[in-house]
């Protein structure tokens, strides 16, 4: 994406950092982030935290994005005329290097079972989707690298072509599309015995199951699906419509993420039961869950199939922008390195993700910190490196910038939007408070808070 190629409408803007910000996090993430953390106490936790820390830090990265109009790596220094300080920058760049490398996992999951289900169409496979063996398939090094390599490879062609703008232009179909299906799903699953315990377990919170670590990771869970402190939110302001309208395109992003984590969230606990899982699967919850839930369907492999695509879709728009912004950094305008820039960085990326990959095989019994490699891979980045660039991104907001300078920038929408929490994002005066006193506390306290 080169800077001269701005959308032309805001409509163009907010599909584009929706099919960024909402993929593996919402869909894959949330559910298995809830099963572990308290179900309903997870999810209370998870919206309190998004709707007052991440949409207004969305606003901030937004209106910054839309002030500065330039690449995240100068992008602070242009604005503050610090250069030190496009440290933050590049913090978020190192972020979403590590990210794709975990992300990439998840992904070549996702290419592993389109795979074993076309056999399947083709009879090839004996399996079917009710004994699809979740853990001999990640449990096998040369598979699980070999779908990820696949991942990485499809998301740097895409960027190496520069063809992002055709794939935001089909996610106008191809998310309604994924919405549909989740719905169908959740339908279905709420159609299975003992669903309710299921719906119960989801959405009533109960105040005992929470936890000094639900909180945290309920907190990094917002900041990984809302995108925050990675610029790459940033990004996609800096090259908007002069007259986009900020804060209606947090807001519905912000909308999406939540409504995309509830509903996979009802697609997989109500059929937990029927099924004899627990919520405390982990990473494989909806890999074990979804195939099951689609064989109660008439024409449930095709079905689990389409699923399957529209949901590589979610994740290749995500991930595409995870590497385009460490192609954009290091190319700048200069289209003429993409291609090479492109591929080292895919390969560096492949390096750090083969033993994220392992960590579910021959590297499981590798354990410090927050688990194993790739859980700690998924600890640096969401709970720390996210939030210390928001962080920074507050404090330079908050400190530095000129507030009239940046109250322009914030705009004036024209929305109408009833919501208890309305006040302090239709107005500039109760936003840049938080931003300028409240986040900064909140998010060193978190810090604090994790060390011990
Ligand atoms: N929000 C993305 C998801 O939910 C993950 C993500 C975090 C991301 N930071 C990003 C994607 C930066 C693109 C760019 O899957």
């Known amino acids: ?38 179900g309903g106490a997870f999810l209370l936790l998870f919206l309190i935290f998004t709707i007052f820390v991440g949409l207004p830090l969305l606003i901030m990265e937004f209106t ?108 106008k179909v191809m998310m309604p599309l994924l919405f ?45 699906t809302l995108s925050l402190g990675t610029t790459g939110m940033i990004t996609y302001a800096s090259y908007a419509p002069k007259e986009m309208t900020i804060k209606s395109s947090a807001i519905s992003i912000v909308i999406m993420n939540i409504l995309v984590s509830v509903l996979a969230g009802l697609a997989i606990f109500p059929a937990l039961k029927t099924f004899g899982y627990e919520p405390q699967e982990g990473p494989g919850l909806l890999f074990k869950v979804l195939p099951l839930v689609f064989s109660q369907m008439g024409f449930g492999v095709m079905f689990y199939f389409i699923f399957l695509i529209l949901f590589l879709f979610a994740a290749l728009t995500s991930s595409i922008s995870l590497l385009e912004l460490n192609v954009s950094n290091f190319t700048k305008n200069d289209n003429s390195k993409r291609k090479s820039v492109a591929l080292i960085a895919s390969i560096l990326v492949l390096i750090i993700s083969i033993p994220a990959t392992l960590s579910f095989s021959s590297l499981s019994t590798v354990k410090f910190g927050a688990g ?25 907001v908050g400190q530095l910038l000129d507030k009239e300078a940046l109250k322009e920038s914030f705009g004036r929408d024209k929305f109408k939007f009833f919501a208890p929490w309305y006040f302090l994002i239709k107005f500039f005066a109760p936003w840049y408070f938080l931003i300028k006193f409240v986040m900064p506390v909140v998010i060193i306290l978190v810090f604090i808070v994790q060390l011990f």
């Open 1 to 38: 994406m080169s800077k001269e190629s701005q959308w032309k409408t805001s409509t163009g803007f907010i599909l584009a950092s929706a099919g960024s910000a909402i993929g593996l996090g919402a869909m894959w993430k949330f559910p298995y982030m809830a099963g572990i953390y308290g």
């Open 64 to 171: 910054v994005g839309k002030m500065g109009r330039t690449y995240t790596t100068q992008i602070y220094s242009k604005l503050t005329g610090k250069k030190w300080l496009n440290i933050i920058g590049w913090n978020g760049n190192l972020a979403v290097f590590i990210l794709f490398g975990f992300y990439s996992v998840i992904g070549g999951w996702i290419i592993i079972y389109i795979g074993n289900v076309i056999l399947q169409m083709l009879s090839i496979e004996k399996t079917t989707l009710t004994n699809i063996n979740f853990e001999a398939i990640i449990s096998n090094p040369w598979l699980t690298v070999l779908g990820q390599g696949i991942f990485i490879f499809l998301t740097m062609i895409i960027v190496m072509l520069g063809v992002e703008k055709g794939l935001e232009k089909a996610s």
């Open 180 to 224: 549909i299906f989740l719905i169908i799903v959740v339908v279905k699953s709420l159609t299975l015995d003992g669903a309710i315990d299921g719906v119960r377990y989801i959405l009533q919170p109960r105040l005992e199951d929470i936890s000094m670590e639900g909180i945290l990771f309920a907190l990094g869970q917002s900041f990984f």
């Open 372 to 396: 194993t490699i790739f859980d700690n891979m998924d600890f640096i980045v969401s709970n720390i490196l996210m939030p210390l660039g928001a962080l920074g991104t507050t404090l330079v």
